[in-house]
């Protein structure tokens, strides 16, 4: 079955199509298979893992409110630029004191506005944070950790209930873990060793990056998927780099230079070896990052 996934780096694409009937409208498959180019692999090369491959991802917006005033009286205020600053210090003890140091964990606070003059302290700041997890435990014990951190900061600044912080998790920007199928990975590297060579089929650690792709396995992974990486740089130029202990810039940079040649020729040769009469090949594109997916009906 072939599918155009649309925002796929927004990270809701792949649950608008389901919320479109995707499977309805044209069958649930039997499994899916996805690639991704990568900047860390040459040309003509693939990677792979099995089990779970990418992090879940959650957005995270924290309104820390206060009592603003004037700069020079500040007993009269509640200050939400000091509580925040207190907010993100404390944040960090989340992943280092509340999480299994065995499950990997990521909270990061990306965007901060607050204020609108020197002299002036706000009413409020504005935060945007992520979060990445493998399991759901550790995801739920972040987001507890960010609404206990956020009420803890505010409750000791004697901020009053009616001015609580504000902890919104924004679930259309939020995408579960890409999770291989051990069964499948294995079925796919079978037939990648034999189109392309051992040399050239390499394993791949997980990493705390997100995709949505994902999402298409419906809850508790009813449905097997599985994504491999595409090696998109020249070989030569990839060699050089890693002699020289350097890395080639990434696909989210201005300065990406993917080798179209090789690295379309061996993703469209990954991904027709897993094809039988009833299989289709499908491919999507958005900006520099192309996810290739193939679902078997």
């Not at 003509?44 to 957005?59: E, I, Q």
């Not at 080798?259 to 094809?275: D, I, K, N, Q, S």
Request: aromatic content about 6%; glycine content about 8%.
């Amino acid at each position: 079955m072939l599918v155009g996934q649309p925002s796929e780096e927004r990270i809701d694409g792949a649950r608008a199509m389901l919320a479109d009937h995707l499977y309805e409208r044209f069958g649930t498959p039997d499994w899916a298979i996805a690639l991704h180019d990568t900047e860390t692999r040459a040309a003509g090369t693939v990677s792979l893992t099995s089990g779970p491959a990418l992090a879940s991802s959650t957005s995270v917006d924290v309104t820390m409110r206060g009592v603003g005033g004037h700069g020079a009286f500040p007993q009269f205020t509640k200050d939400p630029i000091v509580m925040a600053a207190e907010f993100i210090v404390q944040l960090q003890t989340i992943v280092s004191r509340e999480t299994t140091p065995t499950d990997p964990a990521v909270v990061t606070v990306g965007d901060i506005h607050g204020g609108t003059k020197r002299n002036v302290i706000p009413n409020e700041v504005k935060m945007e944070l992520s979060t990445r997890a493998f399991t759901d435990e550790t995801r739920q014990t972040i987001l507890d950790g960010i609404r206990q951190t956020a009420h803890g900061v505010a409750v000791s600044a004697g901020v009053p209930e009616n001015r609580a912080p504000i902890v919104t998790v924004i679930e259309n920007e939020s995408t579960p873990v890409l999770y291989d199928d051990p069964a499948l990975a294995t079925r796919v590297r079978t037939a990648l060793v034999k189109a392309l060579g051992p040399r050239n089929v390499f394993d791949q650690v997980s990493v705390m990056g997100s995709e949505d792709f994902g999402i298409f396995g419906l809850a508790n992974y009813k449905i097997p998927t599985f994504m491999f990486w595409l090696g998109a740089m020249d070989p030569v130029k990839f060699a050089a780099a890693q002699a020289a202990g350097k890395t080639v810039p990434g696909v989210h940079t201005s300065r990406f230079e993917p080798l179209p040649e090789p690295t379309l020729r061996t993703g469209v040769t990954g991904m027709g070896l897993h094809r039988d009469r009833s299989a289709a090949e499908a491919v999507n594109c958005a900006g520099t990052t192309s996810t290739s997916t193939e679902f078997a009906p």
